[in-house]
């Protein structure tokens, strides 16, 4: 046979060898445009504190990205807005009254200790910025409760009034006033009403599958009931839970993280599911009010387990059973 010349007839390559062409960056940059209204509204409510928590957590977090990869020799990566989007979100998480060492610890963990350690860019089995919120909740707890933080302000936490005093206290918080956020909470993740707008513009946008969230509030909603089912005098209602604490904003912002939530359409239903019902247990019998990041935590430990589950091949034959002959 004559030996083949010029391009090769197959070129070999790693998948994906055909893509609809979105990015990292894209899809990180359309996260970041979701949050503004809920950054718009923690200014509003916050004024300057707000911004300074939401600019200094952005600038670490950038500033960490670039000093890791420089040391680990690799392409410099803060243009793909990912760790912009990470310490935005972390901002979000604490009290907009935290101190400025308080807010550039936090960052820096989440994205070294929740990122980089692992490799980087998609590589983190857990959400980015819980990771620096679950190290400042048990290092520092006083710097972290919004009662004791907020003393000043004339909004009062939710969550803590319903753990303390009972769900009769939630007469207080009419929903309009909750989708408004006024309400004590994270400097962004209460502004539950904008949440929401940004939940709806990424669906939009196809930037998340509507299965996490979905299932996310499902979980919520039907625990929820089951207790106030129970007893309606020691359990609150579910539209409380879910316009409570930044339970929208997990659904939406946080456990749709991708490199630490599954990938198959039923995998994320479970992985959500799972993850409002810890959310609502954590609540009810947990010592944190809000078991938001924690409910998240603990399905992120879930998705390689949960990920297994997966559809047989079209046609395939699943299991075989041989007949011993006598």
């Given at each position: ?43 509003w ?18 500033l ?42 936090g ?12 490799g ?45 005093f ?73 539209e ?23 990938t198959?359409?039923t995998?994320?239903l ?6 409002g ?8 019998y ?30 395939g034959?699943?299991s ?7």
């Open positions: 046979m004559k030996p083949l010349s010029g391009s090769p007839v197959f070129t070999v390559s790693v998948p994906p060898h055909a893509h609809c062409g979105r990015t990292f960056k894209q899809d990180a940059l359309g996260t970041i445009i979701a949050l503004l209204p809920a950054a718009a509204f923690a200014v409510h916050y004024q300057m504190p707000a911004v300074r928590v939401l600019a200094l957590s952005c600038f670490t977090a950038v960490t990205e670039t000093i890791c990869l420089y040391f680990m020799k690799r392409e410099i990566e803060a243009d793909n807005y990912t760790a912009l989007l990470y310490g935005l979100l972390f901002g979000f998480l604490i009290p907009p009254a935290a101190p400025w060492w308080l807010v550039v610890a960052s820096f963990i989440s994205i070294f200790m929740g990122r980089m350690i692992f980087g860019q998609g590589t983190n089995p857990l959400c980015v910025p819980l990771v620096g919120w679950a190290v400042l909740t048990v290092s520092w707890p006083d710097l972290m409760d919004f009662d004791m933080t907020m003393l000043a302000s004339e909004l009062t936490y939710p969550l803590s009034q319903l753990k303390n009972g769900p009769e206290t939630l007469d207080e918080y009419p929903i309009k006033s909750l989708l408004l956020g006024f309400q004590l909470g994270g400097t962004g993740a209460v502004q539950t009403g904008a949440i929401v707008l940004g939940g709806i513009y990424m669906l939009a946008r196809k930037i998340i599958r509507p299965d996490i969230p979905f299932a996310f509030i499902a979980g919520v909603a039907a625990t929820a009931a089951i207790f106030y089912f129970i007893d309606p005098f020691e359990y609150a209602s579910p409380y839970h879910l316009l409570c604490g930044a339970t929208l904003f997990g659904a939406f912002f946080l456990a749709t993280d991708g490199p630490s939530s599954p198959g359409h995998p994320m479970i992985y959500g599911f799972i993850g019902v810890l959310l609502v247990i954590i609540r009810i947990g010592m944190h009010p809000d078991g938001v990041p924690f409910a998240i935590l603990l399905a992120n430990l879930m998705t390689p387990l949960i990920d297994k589950i997966k559809p047989g091949p079209f046609g034959i699943t075989i059973h041989v007949r011993s002959q006598s």
